[in-house]
């Protein structure tokens, strides 16, 4: 290429012009000098960026060739002339190879050697092949001087059955350089952007670190308690979910962060009335059993009239938190207007207040009011019925012809005025008879022996003051039976092995199951009106033994210093509230009145230093803590709850609780080659027994079909005599052998050492090395279209008969090698089938039965 005429005192700009307008120059900076005194000029030419190199500086241009037309003005003097001269050599463009290392704290993995101008999927590729790098996200950007890659290190990946993630600050990527050229020497540099924060260390968890891991029900929205954090701190918190194929990216809350501080007190119970007379009403209230998590320090009493009137403070008893009763008169008017009236109606609500704020400890905060509540000021009378009584858990069957049935009631809101003295405990049994048992007023709980097993019993209770009876309270009509799967003596008798369901058919994506009667004795007094089945799924199914692999959920309940601390506190599951149990209840105690609840049916509990170990016999999976309330709590105590067993989360996939003669199910929709296991729990009309042992984990997977099963291959129809041995051409053109790298390998073998150049004996050895036998090699001199020159290999393989898989070359590492066309890399076709094996042999292809 040429430019265009330059004037001898050519300026500048001009000379800049005229050489950046020729296609193989890129830009140019241009210093002048002169005229000097013989009129001589000089220009300094800079190449700046250079068409088609990398980086754009990088070039040993060659010299420039002047074409003179100078001339003077004096005849026949040909003393003008030009002359270039090179001040200094431009540095070669950027080639090699490179390495990045990374060490997680206990490994250090290498990449393979990665070309210098690696592309940003690439290099991801790479790193995330190390077992020690999970998911990575990379920008490459190009400057004046080379290749910058951004790393950041994203999520997790599963790695070999372990979950790697590379959380918080981590150790700076190790880069070496293998074989970098050019650029007046290459450097290698890593620099930290953004440190990584992770979880901060948590000493009290057993990973020491202030992350959980929840498995996942399906319901939404998830939730997660933190507990044990400091007052006044903020925290910043991030969730990120898990799939099959690993966790993903962290997710940010929403507010960023949150300072755990001090609620105001929970609601209190109802207020009662404890007296009353014509002139004055008293009535009396309990602590809340939600303190906030400070202790409460008073209580105000607030009235309006029956017709709804303005509410209004009646007592205010900031500082007094042990005074929880207050009288009113018709003639004390008070300090805050109190008075009432005879024979009218009140309406009455209390909240607690606690110093809450932990920048001024000195605020009061004020909880939720009771719920309403009314009362007349009258003279004393026979109290208000109590409300129904509710079935008790300690209800039992004892034998085949014996039960026991428990109940137990709360006091009436309203006594008439006049304390409760005792209550009338009412029964009627399947033919009518009526018992009654009178009871002190102590007594609400009451069990009623020798009553035969299956019949419904039918009670009521009547309180009684100084006045007389109240009426009947509502009739609670319950079945003298017991939750199935336990024995006449309380035990665990279905879970035994025995009763584990079995697996009768296995399929790809689907498993059916079947379980047997239960025996008349564990029936639980009732008959049986049908069955639920869960499922469990399992990732590695060859982990878990053919014993009960499931893990049933376990929590502990644990007060703080038990031993010096009294008072009581209740324990909520699933949004049912207990009712309060005493900080030294025995186990069984503890038993009974968690399976009182709704939302629970059977617990074992066993009891721990300073509390209760309870664990789920009849709820399956993985379950929500059971919440616990320290309200009412001596010297500030707290009760607490862990998590000590994970329960295997489970899924109920057939629910026949009516359906008694149901006892398979065929679970569908299942992951091929996945590990499951199911269990069963009986149902009575009293509600869900005691879980069956699990099945034995089975994988789905669909077996061959001989009738289905077919065979391919042409000696199947026509045979041939001896066979035809596979031929396999590799060439590779270069002029740099340790640049330009020629590595072979099979699918699933191994790779070669660099057989650039190699011999016909080297390659033959390389090759057997592979696995596939002997080999026959020889090699040829080769050339590409384009001038590039090197060496052909023709492969034959003598010992593997038939068609033998390609020869796969590592693009990665042949650098500026190229093939048979003088094509490179991705375009490149270094290996080609010269002739395909055959021999008499065919394929047998399993089918499955559908």
């Known amino acids: 290429h040429t430019t265009g005429r330059i004037p001898f005192n050519s300026s500048v700009d001009e000379m800049k012009a005229r050489l950046e307008e020729i296609p193989n120059i890129g830009r ?114 190009r400057s004046l001087v080379g290749y910058e890659w951004e790393i950041e290190f994203t999520s997790c990946a599963l790695k070999n059955g372990i979950e790697v ?37 948590c000493p009290h968890l057993s990973s020491g670190l202030c992350s959980d891991e929840e ?24 969730a990120r979910l898990r799939n099959s194929q690993s966790y993903g990216g962290c997710l940010l809350s929403t507010p960023p962060h949150e300072t755990p501080q001090h609620n105001p007190p929970g609601a209190p119970p109802v207020v009662v009335l404890k007296e009353s007379t014509s002139t004055s009403i008293t009535v009396e209230w309990q602590k809340p059993t939600m ?51 005879t024979g009218r109606q009140y309406r009455f609500q209390v909240r607690a207040i606690n110093n809450c704020d932990t920048e001024d400890p000195s605020r009061s905060c004020y909880g939720e009011f009771s719920e309403v509540q009314i009362f007349t000021v009258r003279d004393p009378r026979a109290p208000l019925p109590p409300s129904m009584p509710q079935r008790d858990s300690g209800t039992r069957v004892t034998s085949s012809n ?78 003298a039976a017991m939750h199935p799967g336990l024995s006449y003596a309380g035990d665990p008798e279905y879970s035994k092995l025995s009763y584990r369901p079995v697996i009768i058919d296995v399929q790809e994506s689907s498993l059916t199951a079947k379980w047997s009667h239960l025996a008349a004795d564990i029936t639980g007094g009732s008959p049986i009106t049908g069955f639920k089945l869960y499922l469990y799924k399992y990732r590695f199914p060859l982990l878990h033994s ?54 629970i049916n059977l617990v074992h509990v066993e009891s721990i230093p300073n509390g209760w170990s309870v664990t789920f016999l009849s709820e399956a999976g993985d379950l929500p803590l059971i919440q616990v309330t320290s309200g009412r709590l001596s010297n500030d105590a707290k009760a607490v709850v862990t998590e000590m067993t994970k329960g295997d989360p489970a899924t109920l996939i057939y629910d026949g609780s009516e359906v008694p003669g149901q006892r398979t199910f065929e679970a569908l929709d299942l992951t091929p080659d996945s590990g499951y296991a199911f269990k069963v729990a009986p149902v009575n009309a009293v509600g869900d027994g005691i879980l069956s042992s699990a099945s034995i984990v089975t994988v789905a997977r669909a077996g061959a079909s001989a009738s289905k099963t077919t065979a391919t291959g042409t000696a199947l129809s026509r045979g041939i005599a001896g066979s035809i041995q596979e031929e396999q051409i590799i060439t590779f053109l270069s002029d740099d052998c340790i640049a ?67 020869l796969t070359i590592d693009r990665f590492q042949v650098g500026s090698g190229r093939d048979a066309l003088g094509e490179l890399g991705l375009n490149g076709n270094y290996v080609v089938e010269f002739l395909k094996g055959q021999a008499n042999e065919f394929t047998i292809e399993p089918k499955l039965g559908d």
């Open 28 to 141: 140019v900076d241009v210093q002048m000098s002169g005229p000097s005194k013989e009129m001589a000029y000089s220009w300094m030419i800079t190449f700046l960026s250079n068409p088609g190199y990398f980086p754009p500086s990088a070039r040993d241009v060659d010299r420039l060739e002047a074409v003179s037309e100078l001339s003077t003005s004096v005849e026949s003097d040909d003393s003008a002339s030009i002359t270039v001269e090179t001040i200094r050599h431009g540095d070669d463009r950027l080639t090699g190879q490179f390495q990045v290392s990374f060490d997680d704290g206990q490994t250090t993995e290498t990449t393979r050697p990665l070309q210098s101008f690696i592309s940003a999927e690439d290099l991801k590729m790479e790193l995330e092949a190390l077992p020690n790098t999970g998911l990575v996200t990379i920008v490459r950007s």
């Open 165 to 201: 993630c590379n959380d918080g600050d981590l150790l700076p990527l190790i880069v070496s350089n293998v074989d970098l050229q050019g650029c007046g020497g290459p450097s290698l540099d890593v620099f930290e952007l953004t440190t990584g924060s992770g979880s901060d260390l």
């Open 215 to 238: 498995s996942f029900g399906g319901e939404y929205p998830i939730r997660h308690n933190i507990r044990e954090l400091s007052l006044g701190m903020p925290y910043y918190v991030q």
């Open 291 to 341: 303190n906030g998590g400070k202790a409460v320090s008073g209580f105000e009493l607030w009235m309006d009239t029956w017709s709804g009137g303005d509410t209004f403070m009646v007592y205010d008893g900031v500082g007094s938190p042990d005074v929880m009763e207050y009288r009113l008169t018709t003639g004390d008017i008070g300090p805050h207007s109190q008075i009432v009236e």
């Open 402 to 479: 014996e039960a026991t049935i428990s109940v137990s009631w709360s006091p009436p809101v309203d006594n008439g005025g006049s304390p409760i003295t005792g209550y009338i405990l009412y029964m009627r049994d399947y033919d009518g008879t009526m018992t009654n048992y009178v009871l002190g007023h102590e007594t609400t709980t009451w069990q009623v022996n020798t009553l035969r097993p299956g019949e419904i019993y039918r009670f009521h209770v009547v309180a009684t003051n100084a006045l007389g009876k109240s009426g009947n309270s509502p009739v609670l009509s319950t079945l």
């Open 546 to 599: 053919k014993a009960d692999h499931i893990k049933e959920e376990v929590q502990h309940i644990v007060i703080s210093s038990q031993d010096s601390t009294s008072g009581t506190f209740t324990a909520s599951f699933r949004g049912h509230e207990t009712a309060d149990i005493v900080v030294g209840a025995t186990a069984d105690i503890v038993k009974t009145t968690l399976e009182n609840l709704p939302s």
């Open 740 to 806: 330009d790298k020629l590595v072979l390998s099979f699918e699933f073998s191994g790779q070669t050492d660099n057989l650039c150049g190699s011999t016909d004996d080297e390659f033959k050895l390389a090759i057997e090395s592979l696995g596939v036998g002997d080999v026959h090699v020889s090699r040829e001199e080769s050339a590409s279209p384009s001038g590039h020159s090197g060496y052909s290999w023709s492969v034959t393989f003598i010992s593997r008969m038939g068609d033998v898989p390609m």
